[in-house]
């Protein structure tokens, strides 16, 4: 069977990374996401003390930045490597939650990042998860979903996740960050968060995991 490109975009907290890794489990295909790409960049930027504002300064780090992915047997799912370093706890605080939009507004910061994304879907078969996705990544992407979920259920669903990882942080706190990242990602210029026009609308407010993934895997099984 042909391999295609699954394009999964939304906001935060929605599902997708978790859908996506476990669509391209089921398809033996690649799977990346995006948004720890942008994390590892806010992780480098903020180690260095860039400043966001000085293009000249931001150029010159992205020269400086390899970002990689590594698959970890132990969690069944991949790594973020920035410059040889496994930096996939770090990157997943909630100080690189509080800069990463801003970083991924920088129109140079993201042009970087779509042209290493376009490089590993070249050869299709992948599930990529994100912001622009289906827009700008791959518009041509076969499959395109978009996702979406009630603002007190992905609160919820990422206080659990932090909770996981041992940060502990007020509800109210963990509602301001993902109001704020969807106001920067959906205003901005470059690659805004966008519902492609093709794209096929996912609510997971109410669904479990085997049913937004099943609903993924049915979207595929049509367009083969
Ligand atoms: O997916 P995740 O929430 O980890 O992404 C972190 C941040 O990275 C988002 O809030 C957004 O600012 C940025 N991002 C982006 N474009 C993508 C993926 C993520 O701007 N394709």
């Known amino acids: 069977m042909p391999k295609i490109i699954v394009a999964l975009d939304g906001f935060s907290s929605c599902g997708k990374s978790t859908t996506a890794k476990r669509?391209?489990?089921?398809?033996?295909?690649?799977?990346?996401?995006?948004?720890?790409?942008?994390?590892?960049?806010a992780l480098y930027f903020h180690r260095n003390q860039i400043d966001l504002a000085n293009?000249?300064?931001?150029?010159?780090?992205?020269?400086?930045?390899d970002i990689t992915f590594e698959f970890n047997q132990q969690r069944q799912a991949s790594d973020t490597i920035l410059n040889g370093e496994n930096v996939e706890v770090?990157?997943?605080k909630m100080y690189i939650s509080e800069m990463v939009s801003q970083v991924a507004a920088i129109t140079i910061v993201r042009r970087a990042m779509v042209a290493q994304?376009?490089?590993?879907?070249?050869k299709k078969g992948i599930v990529m998860d994100g912001r622009d996705v289906g827009t700008v990544v791959f518009p041509d992407a076969?499959?395109?979903?978009?996702?979406?979920?009630?603002?007190?259920i992905r609160a919820q669903r990422r206080k659990l996740e932090l909770l996981q990882k041992g940060e502990d942080l007020p509800?109210?706190?963990i509602i301001e960050n993902l109001r704020m990242r969807d106001e920067i990602d959906s205003n901005r210029e470059e690659g805004p968060l966008k519902?492609?026009?093709d794209a096929i609308d996912l609510d997971t407010s109410f669904r479990s995991m085997d049913e937004q993934v099943d609903f993924v895997l049915a979207q595929v099984e049509r367009v083969k």
């Open 142 to 152: 076969e499959v395109k979903i978009f996702m979406t979920a009630q603002p007190h």
């Open 171 to 173: 509800l109210e706190d």
């Open 90 to 92: 770090e990157i997943r």
């Open 195 to 197: 519902r492609a026009e």
């Open 55 to 65: 293009k000249d300064a931001v150029a010159d780090a992205l020269q400086h930045i």
């Open 117 to 122: 994304q376009q490089q590993m879907g070249k």
């Open 23 to 41: 669509v391209a489990a089921k398809l033996h295909y690649a799977f990346v996401d995006t948004g720890a790409m942008y994390r590892a960049v």
